[in-house]
């Protein structure tokens, strides 16, 4: 299933990479939560959404782009979760961090993830415990978390200054700062380039599902800030807590 999961992750990032490439100037129109959406996230929720009713018709499926009300959902204890375009901003503003995220959720736990990121063609992965990433097309590499003396922090580009976060960094101690887009941060953690991502701006599941699964397999720990792992149980809310993404 993973590899099959592999390849659609990769068939929507084309079709976000056509829209990407056909248009000079990127258009957006405003969702009821007033989040950007573009041709890119429908084209490829589209894919993912076929391809997985193709491969799997009796588990259900939870997009950004298609959620169903909660009285459908709030019985399900297997499901797909999906941000068919993770980075809407990034991608408008051409920076190249977005990522098509792609998780199975069973019992509230992420058990499998994909994250790709179209721009670099790069690809995180992980099942039964493992995490790997895959650079363009050669062989799969895997990857685990990373102490380093000063930690580099990872930050959200779009949502990484606010009074909580800039009062954490300062009890922190002497780190480095990186600010990135998308589901990539909990990435960087996972491969060992980076050592923390705090966050206390907003997030949906759909947003870390898949980033949670892989910086898991590879050693870290996704809790909020009072210790507890990330929940995916159904709620009629979408919103996360604050986390943090950690070695320790």
Not at 213 to 221: E, N, T, Y
């Amino acid at each position: 299933m993973i590899e099959k999961i592999i390849t659609l992750s990769r068939d929507a990032g084309a079709a976000i990479m056509q829209v990407y490439n056909s248009q000079r100037s990127l258009e957006s129109s405003q969702k009821e939560d007033n989040s950007p959406v573009t041709a890119a996230d429908l084209a490829a929720h589209k894919v993912i959404a076929a391809g997985l009713q193709m491969l799997s018709p009796d588990i259900p499926l939870l997009s950004e782009e298609d959620p169903p009300d909660w009285s459908v959902r709030q019985h399900w204890r297997h499901f797909w979760l999906v941000d068919p375009l993770d980075g809407t901003k990034e991608f408008l503003r051409r920076t190249g961090e977005f990522t098509v995220n792609i998780a199975l959720i069973e019992d509230g736990k992420p058990l499998m993830g994909v994250v790709y990121a179209p721009i670099t063609n790069r690809l995180y992965a992980a099942v039964d415990g493992n995490a790997w990433s895959i650079k363009e097309h050669r062989k799969p590499k895997p990857i685990k978390v990373k102490a380093a003396h000063p930690p580099l922090v990872v930050l959200s580009r779009s949502h990484g200054n606010n009074a909580e976060l800039r009062n954490y960094l300062v009890q922190l101690g002497e780190h480095q700062t990186l600010m990135i887009g998308s589901s990539l941060k909990f990435c960087l953690v996972a491969e060992g380039a980076a050592q923390l991502y705090p966050r206390f701006g907003p997030t949906n599941i759909w947003d870390t599902a898949a980033g949670h699964a892989v910086a898991s397999a590879a050693g870290a720990q996704v809790n909020d800030w009072e210790g507890r792992t990330l929940d995916y149980t159904p709620r009629e809310s979408f919103l996360n807590p604050a986390f943090r993404v950690s070695l320790f």
